[in-house]
């Protein structure tokens, strides 16, 4: 089992920038990946970047990329979702998830721990 709790999220102006975070806890997530997702309103929740825990490896959406950056840090057990350049657009709410496996994958289906989402609000 694995716990996951997001922080940092909150309102920013577009052009600025904000940190997300993701403390994890429970079992060891060496062989997890770490995925960021989003859900806007009215849309259907989407993928946006992930981590695989051992080397550090990145894939992003092409909505994001560029502007995000996703890392870890395994002393802490912790995810972060560096987000600058932000956009209107790109409010949702931001969630966490792992999957136990070593692909990088973009499917929410193929993820089996989710946080309980944090606010990001970009203003025009």
């Known amino acids: 089992q694995v716990q996951l709790v997001e922080s940092g999220g909150g309102l920013v102006q577009a052009g600025g920038s904000l940190r997300l975070s993701c403390a994890a806890s429970?079992?060891?997530?060496?062989?997890?990946?770490l995925g960021w997702f989003r859900q806007a309103p009215g849309k259907e929740r989407e993928f946006v970047a992930a981590v695989r825990w051992t080397d550090g490896s990145t894939y992003y959406a092409d909505s994001v990329k560029a502007r995000f950056t996703v890392s870890r840090d395994n002393a802490k057990n912790t995810v972060f979702l560096q987000m600058n350049s932000l956009k209107p657009e790109d409010t949702a709410v931001y969630y966490c998830a792992a999957r136990a496996d070593f692909r990088l994958d973009t499917t929410m289906s193929e993820y089996g721990y989710w946080g309980q989402g944090t606010q990001v609000t970009v203003s025009s």
């Open positions: 429970g079992r060891t997530l060496s062989p997890y990946v």
